[in-house]
């Protein structure tokens, strides 16, 4: 499988940025989104798990990001909304299939994206 983000940008904080991800390959039950700021280990954003159909998120992202996914298209999308300076990172797509108890573990996951850079300063 390959996935390909895109999307990365600067913006300044309060603002909105979409991210993308291009699947393709075989079909993995969850897809979703990892982050890793400088000197930081890669962070779980969210994830849509088709697997029990449910969308989960970090707490620090809940209520202003939001994942969505086009199957027919092979999309993925991260909207990112009021985005403050610690948001800044770079973002990549993942997929697998996680067990519940490692949703949020990178580990877990078998295929990822390049990474794009979000930057969120004044």
């Known amino acids: 499988v390959q996935l390909q983000a895109s999307g990365g940008g600067l913006v300044q904080p309060g603002g909105s940025l979409r991210l993308s991800c291009a699947a393709s390959?075989?079909?993995?039950?969850?897809y979703g989104w990892f982050r890793q700021a400088p000197g930081k280990e890669r962070e779980f954003v969210g994830v849509?798990?088709?697997?029990?159909?449910?969308?989960y998120y970090a707490t620090s992202v809940k209520g202003r990001f939001t994942i969505s996914r086009d199957k027919a298209k092979n999309m993925l999308y991260l909207q990112m909304n009021s985005l403050k300076p610690e948001d800044t990172g770079v973002y990549y797509c993942?997929?697998?299939?996680?067990?519940?108890?490692?949703?949020?573990?990178?580990?877990?996951?078998?295929?990822w994206g390049q990474g794009t850079l979000v930057t969120v300063s004044s």
């Open positions: 390959g075989r079909t993995f039950r969850a």
């Open positions: 849509d798990n088709s697997g029990n159909n449910r969308i």
């Open positions: 993942a997929a697998g299939d996680p067990i519940l108890s490692s949703i949020s573990t990178y580990e877990a996951y078998r295929a």
